[in-house]
């Protein structure tokens, strides 16, 4: 029988929208409405799901938000013209572009275009910088989720080993800053690894905390591990299955052979994903409040 513990990201986010109300509450009464605009180009399916999720959760919680839908063939110019337009809008606090974009584009230079104190993701340069610096303005929303979740479980990383699989801006870069942060909840030793490491399991067998976005389903296998580890895992793969939907999801880790080795792990649904959506919500609250402050 496995006595591993449930990491729930359902659960923390709950609590996140719950301590949330109060500051809308007072932002209402200020007459502002938070609101967050999401540019989705062409018709990815999961992006719209991904996007879907995020409306409803909004709109639940009395927050504004819009979807601006634009075409695949989108120019370059064009798209760059409309960022601009929903930098000058006061309705909205946040932008957001969904990710991945067409390959035609240009990611780095879209998501410079965004103004910084509407960067609700997290990916500016500036709002990069200021992470790397200790002082962040936004923090990217999947890895703020996971240090939420350490916090609400009351995992303490000070002096841990914590291992971050994947090197991208969105995950594993600033998880890796805010692991290894010299703050109460954190000041890890942090190793990365990525796709030109050579021998991963010689890093997971060491590793206190194992943080893995590679998205490889069942790639991490429970012989690779350190007896009682913390796992988080950020992989949301789509299986092909036989069931009505004709697949399911699954994490980067084999939880079958996981679950007798760890001794905390995060779910894959309902792990890190409901966290992400919950830190999104709370970067376009701060981005209204950080509007007053400098108004």
């Known amino acids: 029988m496995s006595n591993i513990k449930i990491l729930s990201g359902k659960d923390v986010s709950r609590k996140v929208y719950s301590e949330l109300l109060p500051r809308i509450v007072l932002l209402k009464k200020k007459n502002i409405t938070p609101g ?40 370059e110019s064009e798209l760059c013209k409309i960022i601009l337009s929903l930098n000058k809008n006061p309705k909205f606090h946040g932008i957001l572009i969904q990710l991945p974009l067409p390959k035609h584009l240009n990611k780095n230079q879209i998501l410079c275009k965004i103004s910084p104190h509407k960067d609700v993701d997290g990916f500016h340069p500036e709002n990069a910088g200021l992470l790397s610096q200790g002082v962040p303005r936004f923090i990217p929303c999947t ?20 291992l971050v699989l994947g090197r ?10 805010l ?3 010299k703050i109460d909840s954190a000041n890890a030793t942090t190793t990365v690894c990525h796709s030109g490491t050579e021998n991963i399991e010689n890093y997971t067998e060491s590793a206190d905390v194992v943080i893995s976005a590679i998205g490889i389903p069942g790639y991490l296998k429970g012989s690779m591990l350190k ?19 004709g697949y399911s999801l699954t994490g980067d ?19 890190v994903g409901p966290m992400t959506i919950a830190m999104l919500v709370e970067n376009t609250v701060e981005a209204a409040e950080q509007m007053i402050a400098i108004s």
């Open 143 to 162: 890895p703020k989720g996971i240090m939420r979740i350490f916090k609400h479980y009351k995992i303490s990383l000070d002096g841990k080993h914590v």
């Open 253 to 271: 880790f084999d939880w079958n052979s996981i679950k007798n080795i760890v001794s905390a792990a995060t779910p894959v649904p309902g792990g």
């Open 36 to 75: 967050l605009a999401v540019i989705l180009v062409g018709d990815n399916p999961a992006s719209k799901v991904y996007i879907k999720s995020k409306a409803r959760k909004f709109k639940s919680l009395g927050l504004f938000s819009e979807t601006i839908l634009l075409n695949q063939a989108i120019k």
């Open 168 to 177: 991208s801006n969105i995950v594993g870069r600033p998880m890796s800053l």
């Open 179 to 181: 692991t290894s942060a």
């Open 227 to 245: 007896t009682d580890a913390v796992i988080i895992d950020v992989g949301i793969n789509r299986v092909k299955t036989d069931n009505d939907k």
